[in-house]
């Protein structure tokens, strides 16, 4: 029984281990050794590691939100170790957003149940996850009120 679950456990995590280098390079830059990184980049993280004002950005940042300091690496002294780190974002971002969808659709379907059609759930997801905030004010002030013969 253990063993089927180690092998399970294996199996599920295996791209982990494909990408163990580049999520402790994502994790933190300057706690990696460069010769564990691809040829591609080591040069430009060789750069940033010996960097005083990235560095201390970095230490700043890390606990708040490292994608911020990612998005403080010029692009034009970074482009390799830049795109990386972008690719390495992305793949945790696609996933909390599956996540995010999935847990408020389970929710949807839970409360109203049989009402729902295809396209209401649809819609209703669209509104729950997204970021928009529809300007109430100026909707009342435009409309035409219709008045009853």
Do not use: W
């Amino acid at each position: 029984m253990l063993n089927k679950l180690q092998t399970d456990i294996s199996s599920r995590f295996s791209d982990v281990k494909l990408h163990e280098k580049s999520l402790r390079l994502f994790e933190n830059p300057f706690n990696i050794d460069e010769i564990d990184v691809d040829t591609s980049f080591q040069l430009e993280l060789i750069e940033l590691k010996t960097n005083s004002f990235y560095y201390d950005e970095f230490q700043t940042m890390k606990k708040n939100d490292i994608l911020k300091f990612y998005s403080t690496l010029s692009h034009e002294d970074f482009p390799a170790l830049k795109d990386i780190m972008m690719k390495m974002a992305t793949v945790f971002g696609s996933t909390y957003i599956c996540e995010q969808i999935f847990s408020r659709m389970k929710q949807t379907k839970s409360v109203h149940r049989s009402r729902l059609t295809d396209e209401h759930l649809h819609s209703i997801l669209r509104i729950q996850t997204t970021k928009f905030q529809p300007d109430f004010s100026l909707l009342v002030k435009e409309t035409k009120v219709q008045i009853s013969h």
